[in-house]
């Protein structure tokens, strides 16, 4: 294993991921390869076997590379950057109302789950974190750290010796890398495009005045030590970045998913062809439209919400990034797109849904997210009753 990233201490720590699909395998296998110990939490004792009868093996396909063949992902450049194969991977079943004593305090956890579980994922280690652990947070869409502070943390305890698990140090990140796993697959990630990622320490909104200032927890070290373009960044700056990030899942996630189409769609070249390229013309005039009204409305909506970067969340900022992800990403299926193709609930409610409610706390209108949030449900509904 490669031994040049660990932390400020320079020794191991023990990481469990909750979410073993493409994000949470992708980071698992990185960090596995620093020589971290790893745990996935996974849904059932049969995963667990499986995983244990395979050496506890995690494989990244680097898709990414094919086009980026003078690229090298791995500190190693003699290696083939094609696959990575990671072995002593852990795992346990995640269960909700255990005991920490006997199930282990988890120092460290990353949360790689689809926003709408959240909750009721996080039920199943909430007994297993105290004040000394810490929580990254790796999810599409906003409003899941609030939806966890509302269920687990309404009320702290304010005896210290109290038999309860106080509230841990949450991590927020955002991750731009394009990454998918396949059916058939088990315990396999395909990285399909090369990006970066950032991780902040999210303020606590108890006692922060109260609280003196931590120094970063140290799994932020380890994750920025990855090949993966990890930085740490202040607060204020990632939330510019999710905000920007919720934007560009806002527009591109519901149009691939509803049309059915690679992220390419939303930046189509015109053909060669005079009557194919007319076709595409109306295509790209349509989706052109959409899009600016999109961010427009997008851009009002944070100018009530978030005033401070109101300068920076411009219609025009807004779409250019929008634009330059989506080029980014052409040849990726959006995450939304393939849990519509797989009967899967998709995270619209987090992301389209979570701009049209804070656009209803400041009374602006929000009738295109509406309509996107309101095509994406009806198409779930038609794939459950044709399933």
């Given amino acids: 294993m490669v031994n040049d990233g660990h932390n400020k201490s320079g020794h191991p720590l023990s990481i469990h991921v909750l979410g073993a699909g493409a994000v949470g395998l992708l980071f698992a296998a990185h960090l596995r390869r620093l020589g971290h ?33 003078t690229q090298r992902l791995l500190p190693n450049s003699s290696e083939n950057t094609n696959v990575h194969v990671v072995s002593g991977v852990k795992a346990e079943v995640a269960k909700p109302l255990g005991d920490h004593h006997k199930d282990g305090i988890i120092s460290n956890l990353i949360l790689a789950i689809k926003a709408q579980d959240t909750v009721r994922a996080y039920s199943t280690v909430h007994h297993r ?63 399909t495009a090369m990006a970066a990622c950032k991780f902040a320490v999210r303020p606590s909104p108890y006692n922060s005045t109260c609280i003196p200032h931590k120094p970063a927890p140290e799994i932020i070290d380890s994750l920025c030590a990855l090949p ?5 960044v202040s607060w204020s700056d990632l939330q510019l970045q999710l905000l920007l990030k919720l934007a560009a ?92 193709c797989a009967g899967r609930q998709t995270e619209v409610d987090w992301i389209n849904g979570h701009l049209v409610q804070l656009g209803q706390q400041h009374s602006v209108p929000t009738p295109v997210n509406t309509l996107l949030q309101s095509l994406v449900r009806l198409k779930e509904r038609a794939g459950d009753l044709q399933a």
């Fill in 37 to 69: 110990p790893i745990t996935l939490l996974l849904r059932s004792e049969h995963l667990v076997d499986r995983l244990a009868r395979n050496d506890g093996k995690v494989t990244i396909v680097n898709d990414w590379a094919r086009s980026h063949s």
């Fill in 129 to 191: 974190l105290n004040s000394q652990s810490t929580v990254v947070m790796l999810q599409n869409g906003m409003g899941t750290y609030e939806a966890i502070l509302r269920e687990f943390y309404q009320k702290l305890p304010q005896d210290p010796q109290a038999h309860v698990p106080g509230m841990p140090t949450f991590v927020i990140g955002t991750n731009s890398h394009g990454c998918l796993r396949k059916d058939g697959e088990e315990f396999v990630t395909h990285h």
């Fill in 228 to 232: 993966l373009s990890g930085t740490e």
């Fill in 249 to 340: 899942n806002a527009i591109i996630n519901p149009v691939t998913a509803l049309v059915n189409s690679q992220n390419k769609c939303l930046v189509r070249p015109l053909s060669d062809t005079s009557e194919q390229r007319d076709m595409d013309m109306d295509i790209k005039d349509y989706v052109e439209q959409l899009m600016s009204l999109a961010c427009v409305e997008i851009s009002a909506v944070y100018a009530c919400g978030y005033p401070h970067l109101r300068d920076k969340l411009t219609a025009d900022d807004i779409k250019e990034y929008v634009t330059e992800v989506a080029h980014a990403t052409s040849q990726n299926r959006s995450s939304m797109l393939q849990d519509v």
